[in-house]
């Protein structure tokens, strides 16, 4: 998600206050940010460097991708939101079903939930398979957390296998989870991740919990 201090992705009512050199409008009369042209990958295999051009990297633009972008390996370098391109605008705290609702309107599709076992996912297609974890608000007033969604991506074109990995927000691609560990699935892998102190000194543990799994066929997704 895009914090709500994050001035440099969100999107506006008035493309005079963006900064970044390139706008695009988006139903609802808003305008988000991109900080420079979209860069669609050619392949899925983990390669921080080489997908999208390395528009992942720190060299380029890492800080203007997120999950979303990483997952469906296009590098929209304007911290795409799914749905924003469709006129949807996401709720805080994010629900899963409002989360993939979006990602449909991208172009996505849903083909399993919490109960479908990883084993069980068919391939329609060229494509690959992401996964759609959804961490709920914590006492947002207290500790600053208004929830969140996360997206993990299978590194193998067209086929479900035991090779996935991740970009956290602005931060760098990886193939291990939040506690270290190489990610084979990600309905099962340690999403808990630490936050910091609240107002009053206690660690905000954050939790992500499986939602869904979703198909990014090839070509057919767009996001902003």
Known sequence: M?????????????PDHI????????????????????????????????????????ARFQPNNNCYNYSTNIASNSFAQPGRLHGLFL????????????????GLVQVGGAGTDMGDLEASGGGHFVALLISAAYDPQRTGWNGDYH???????????DQWSQKDGSDQVTNFDFLGDP?????????????????NGDDV??????????????????VI
Not at 5 to 13: E, K, Y
Not at 31 to 51: E, F, H, I, K, L
Not at 91 to 106: C, I, S, Y
């Open 2 to 14: 895009i914090a709500p201090t994050d001035t440099l992705h969100q999107a506006v009512d008035d």
């Open 19 to 58: 900064i970044a050199p390139n706008h695009v409008e988006v139903p609802g009369g808003k305008y988000v940010a991109q900080y420079a042209p979209t860069v669609r990958g050619t392949s899925v295999a983990y390669d921080p460097s080489g997908n999208c051009d390395g528009y992942f990297m720190s």
């Open 91 to 106: 709720d805080f705290p994010p629900t899963g079903e409002q989360v993939v609702q979006g990602a449909e309107l991208d």
């Open 151 to 161: 997206w993990v991506r299978c590194d193998t074109p067209n086929v479900v296998s």
């Open 183 to 199: 990610i084979t699935n990600p309905a099962t892998a340690n999403w808990t991740v630490n936050q910091g102190p609240d107002s």
């Open 205 to 222: 543990i954050a939790s992500y919990d499986f939602y869904a799994w979703m198909w990014v066929p090839d070509g057919a997704v767009h």
